[in-house]
Structure formats: C-alpha cells, structure tokens
C-alpha cells in the first residue's frame, strides 16, 4: 500500500539552529499538507500546498516556517530559527483531493534544547 | 483555528466491552472524520461521514453524523486490546482539517 515518507524519525536540534524536515509524498498526489502535534495534545494544521504554492496555512505558520517542494517528490518544511516550543511531532499528509486520499506519514519528532 | 472537544478525554475499559465517544463543536459542518493514532505514529482514517444523520461502519466500528451537523459519535463494539490509541474526531474547512482533542482508550486485557 503506498506511503508517505518522513525522514528523519527524531531530530534533535539547539535553539537558533534551522531544520528542514523531510517528506516523500504518494506519488500521484496534488494536495500536501504539514500538521504538528506537540506530546499529548491535539493535532494542528500548518500549512496546505498545492500546484507548487501554498494554498493555506495556519496562524502557527509564521515567518519562521517555509515549505518547497525541491524536485517534484520531496516535500519539506523547514524552520529557520527554531524555538524550545517548536518541539513537536511534524506529519506530513498528501491526498488525491478526496477524503480517502488523505494519508498521514509516521512523523518526524523534533527536539528543540 | 475550530475547536471540536471530545469526550471523554480518557477510557480505561475491559477487553469485549463497547465504546461509545464523541465529538461536539459550536460550529456546522459538512464532513466528519475519525481517525486513530497509535503511539509514534501519525493518524489513520477509519470513518468518513458527508451527511447529516449518516450512520457508518467500519468492521467493529460505527460511526453517525449528528442531526445538528455539529457533533458525530463513534462507537467500537467488543473491543480488543489493539484498539488502543488516541481517536481524534476532525472535519474540514477548505483544505484545513481541524482535529479534536482527542480521546484515549485503554483496553485491560
């Protein structure tokens, strides 16, 4: 069954530092999209990305975050300049449009000391 | 962003009993989802509703879009140790999903 990709599963960065967190979407999708859950709470919205612009984000997507799509199967999001409170897990979702496109990855858990 | 709460925030439940959880928001809305997440892992889709008054299963699993399309309920019958997790309702606007807040189930063996 096809699969969104993260890489890497943990990261461990210092305060101030950037990190670019890594995606390889299912092929065939259009529509991708970056969630963050920080430890034992809900999962938020960041972004949506379509036809190589973004097509919505949250208030959490500030200035600090940036996502491209590089070579038309990576996705990735990265943080310039990252905080203590940016110390979540990052999923990455791609979907075909429909509902049922709708695919998590395994996420990638961010560490920020 | 929506807030959708769900109750109850936990369940500690024996193996072979029903569940029964659900979740509200101020707002109205034209799509339910229920997704499950395992720990480490990202959320999975188990349910999708579009109408209003919809009941849906999924194996053990059901699923009803509320009257008032503001609420939807999921139910898992005789449940199994592997229906551990978090079960986070969500609905959409656009293409921003909004999640709730989860609840987690335990299942004692």
């Known amino acids: 069954e096809p699969e969104v990709t993260q890489t890497p599963s943990h990261q461990v960065t210092q305060m101030g530092q950037e990190v670019i967190l890594r995606c390889v979407p299912i092929?065939?999708?259009?529509?991708f999209y970056w969630y963050r859950q920080i430890l034992g709470q809900k999962v938020e919205f960041l972004v949506s990305?379509?036809?190589?612009?973004?097509?919505?984000k949250s208030e959490i997507f500030d200035d600090q975050f940036s996502v491209e799509r590089p070579d038309g199967s990576n996705f990735t999001l990265k943080i310039r300049s990252t905080k203590l409170e940016d110390s979540a897990m990052y999923f990455c979702?791609?979907?075909?449009?429909?509902?049922?496109?709708?695919?998590f990855g395994s996420g990638t858990r961010l560490t920020v000391v | 962003g929506q807030q959708l709460n769900q109750s109850p925030q936990s369940m500690f439940i024996q193996e072979g009993e029903d569940v029964s959880m659900n979740c509200t928001s101020s707002?109205?809305?034209?799509?339910w989802l229920w997704y499950k997440q395992d720990p480490g892992e990202g959320p999975v889709l188990l349910i999708a509703?579009?109408?209003?008054?919809e009941l849906t299963s999924n194996g053990r699993l059901t699923a009803q879009f509320g009257i008032t399309r503001k609420d939807s309920f999921l139910n898992i019958s005789a449940s199994i140790p592997s229906d551990v997790g978090i079960y986070f309702c969500?609905?959409?606007?656009?293409?921003?999903?909004?999640f709730g807040t989860g609840t987690s189930l335990t299942v004692i063996p």
């Open positions: 979702a791609s979907s075909s449009g429909g509902y049922y496109g709708y695919t």
């Open positions: 092929s065939n999708h259009l529509y």
């Open positions: 990305f379509y036809n190589n612009e973004i097509s919505e």
């Open positions: 707002s109205i809305f034209n799509t």
């Open positions: 509703l579009y109408k209003a008054g």
């Open positions: 969500a609905t959409n606007t656009g293409n921003q999903f909004y």
